[in-house]
T-cell receptor, first 114, second 114 residues
Framework: GDSVTQMEGPVTLSEEACLTINCTYTATGYPSLFWYVQYPGEGLQLLLKATKADDKGSNKGFEATYRKETTSFHLEKGSVQVSDSAVYFCALTPINQAGTALIFGKGTTLSVSS | GAVVSQHPSWVICKSGTSVKIECRSLDFQATTMFWYRQFPKQSLMLMATSNEGSKATYEQGVEKDKFLINHASLTLSTLTVTSAHPEDSSFYIC??????????FGPGTRLTVL
């Protein structure tokens, strides 16, 4: 079945460092891909998404590009801030199944220190 | 923005008792709501899909008689954990979907069964 694999955490960075969180997926066809973020004590929030190959999702300085050839959707940010400390989840919805539940990776905890 | 609330946010109960968790979409109507379970340092695992006015669809391995789901209105879904046991202790998260391409997540409910 469809699945998502993301890099193990925790990831610890200093402020203004570059961030990459790897995410790869296994799915039939072209699923929609998402990054969600969970700040301490809060619910998951959609960070960005991409619905077709070569699309780039971006938000709050984060970006990720839908790479069909490598089945990847890596999350990147050029300069992280302390406020970016959170858990990041890569997720997908299967092709042609809009309205179905998301399939999540295990989450990667990011800790940014000043 | 769209808000999904869960109540209670934290509950402790004795083994053998039942616990009801509410999920509400506060400023939109959701024909579909999803219930997830999250174990420590693990991903969210879908338990069931709830459509307003119809029976919930449970994922394989989820006991429908133990985890009762009711979606009586377009803004409310409830999850009742019946005869709870310590192994049911977990973080339960709901999401509400106003359209097939969007899900908004609640902040979660921490259940501890003694």
């Amino acid at each position: 079945g469809d699945s998502v694999t993301q890099m193990e955490g925790p990831v610890t960075l200093s402020e203004e460092a570059c961030l990459t969180i790897n995410c790869t997926y296994t799915a039939t066809g072209y699923p929609s891909l998402f990054w969600y973020v969970q700040y301490p004590g809060e619910g998951l929030q959609l960070l960005l998404k991409a619905t077709k190959a070569d699309d780039k999702g971006s938000n709050k300085g984060f970006e990720a590009t839908y790479r069909k050839e490598t089945t990847s959707f890596h999350l990147e940010k050029g300069s992280v801030q302390v406020s970016d400390s959170a858990v990041y989840f890569c997720a997908l919805t299967p092709i042609n199944q809009a309205g179905t539940a998301l399939i999540f990776g295990k989450g990667t905890t990011l800790s940014v220190s000043s | 923005g769209a808000v999904v609330s869960q109540h209670p946010s934290w509950v402790i109960c004795k083994s053998g008792t039942s616990v009801k968790i509410e999920c509400r979409s506060l400023d939109f109507q959701a024909t579909t709501m999803f219930w997830y379970r999250q174990f420590p340092k693990q991903s969210l695992m879908l338990m069931a899909t709830s459509n307003e006015g119809s029976k919930a669809t449970y994922e394989q391995g989820v006991e429908k008689d133990k985890f009762l789901i009711n979606h009586a209105s377009l803004t409310l879904s409830t999850l009742t954990v019946t005869s709870a046991h310590p192994e049911d202790s977990s973080f339960y998260i709901c999401s509400a979907s106003p359209d097939p391409d969007t899900q908004y997540f609640g902040p979660g409910t921490r259940l501890t069964v003694l």
